[in-house]
């Protein structure tokens, strides 16, 4: 890819995490979460036929699944510290890209997958900096495997090395429990806020206590995508 348009595309994919008050729905108006998804089910409708994690659901509430990832899912990921959410999933966001597009020890260019997922951890006070980690799905491989049962198996693929040491593989190592509000426009740190705040609300309406120390976004669309956007909010129940 000439440089001219790798930069193009890496500005235009940064306008999606940077604030975006002007584009931003007024009524903060939720998205459908799409169909019941299977860990061997096809990608569901918003992942719009780019490579994403698998997932079951396990139930639907009031404006939210409960979801369930299995173990062992692999991203590349690269941790910011700081005190604002846009720039500092921004500046990931740059790491990532520029890995994918061949910063890495075979200078492969590698599948943009979704979601772009950034898992916030709030500093412990008012003026404390934040750790944004953020996070891209690492492709399935070309062709899927065939278990010892016939049953067709997608597996992900090795991926390269990076060269930049602030970006790191990473696996989820025990199945990932959330639960998830989806929500359609662009998104920013103001609006991710209210959408967390209005789902814990939820959940606590129905009972549900969920850990307050962190949660993830989940991005799925490029700013090219003006309308029928697709973003989740995910709190972790309060055991985990």
Excluded at 191 to 210: I, K, M, Q, Y
């Amino acid at each position: 890819m000439r440089a001219g348009v790798a930069s193009a595309i890496l500005v235009a994919w940064l306008a999606v995490l940077a604030p975006s008050h002007a584009l931003a729905p007024a009524d903060g108006a939720s998205a459908d979460l799409g169909a019941s998804e299977t860990a061997s089910s096809a990608s569901p409708w918003f992942c719009h036929g780019l490579d994403c994690p698998p997932f079951a659901v396990e139930r639907r509430g009031d404006g939210y699944d409960a979801r369930v990832y299995p173990p062992g899912l692999r991203w590349t990921s690269t941790t910011v510290s700081g005190s604002s959410y846009d720039d500092a999933v921004s500046t990931g966001f740059a790491r990532l890209f520029r890995y994918i597009s061949g910063a890495n020890d075979a200078k492969e260019k590698i599948a943009m997958t979704a979601p772009v997922r950034v898992a916030v951890a709030p500093g412990d006070g008012p003026f404390c900096d934040s750790n944004f980690t953020v996070s891209f799905f690492v492709p399935f491989q070309a062709e899927a495997e065939v278990d010892g049962f016939g049953a067709r198996a997608r597996r992900q693929r090795d991926v390269p090395k990076p060269t930049d040491p602030d970006v790191f593989e990473s696996a989820d190592e025990t199945e990932t429990r959330v639960f998830v509000g989806a929500f359609g426009g662009y998104a920013d740190a103001k609006c991710l806020r209210r959408e967390a705040s209005a789902l814990a609300r939820r959940l606590e309406e129905d009972g549900v206590e969920v850990a307050a120390s962190a949660y993830f976004y989940a991005g799925y669309d490029s700013p090219f995508r003006p309308i029928g956007r697709h973003n989740e909010v995910w709190l972790k129940p309060a055991a985990e």
